[in-house]
């Protein structure tokens, strides 16, 4: 048996922006920025930002699309797919299955009691780089 998972925590780098599809899937497009640091040779800190493309489906992205914003923090689960682009480069791009909202929102949710399912399936025959 196989098995693929990827964890990352960072903020939304880019404003979520969703897709709807006549057959009523819909995907939201977004991606996130984990800032990191490391120390040189030399004793100094260097900090480094490694950026990750994402696209979640249905539910959970329009959970994404409605609550997060660019800047604000986030915490998915996916999976790790790769594209080939129009210029024929590969891409990886993270298939969200799960998401926790960290943050502001998360809190204010879970007092209004409105903290929507945050889990969803992406059709499998279906998968976009942001275009």
Not at 46 to 55: E, G, R
Not at 98 to 124: N, S, W, Y
Request: glycine content about 8%; aromatic content about 10%.
């Amino acid at each position: 048996m196989s098995y693929q998972r990827i964890l990352v925590r960072g903020n939304i780098g880019s404003e979520p922006r969703i897709k709807e599809f006549a057959k009523g899937d819909s995907v939201c497009n977004f991606s996130i920025a984990v800032n990191e640091s490391y120390t040189n040779r030399s004793g100094k800190k260097v900090p480094s930002t490694t950026w990750f493309q994402c696209a979640a489906w249905n539910a959970i992205g329009k959970n994404i699309h409605q609550y997060k914003h660019k800047g604000e923090p986030i915490f998915i689960e996916g999976k790790m797919i790769f594209n080939k682009g129009n210029d024929g480069n590969i891409y990886p791009q993270i298939i969200v299955q799960t998401v926790d909202f960290i943050g502001g929102i998360q809190q204010e949710l879970h007092e209004r009691q409105e903290l929507p399912k945050m889990c969803a399936t992406a059709p499998e025959d279906e998968f976009l780089w942001n275009d």
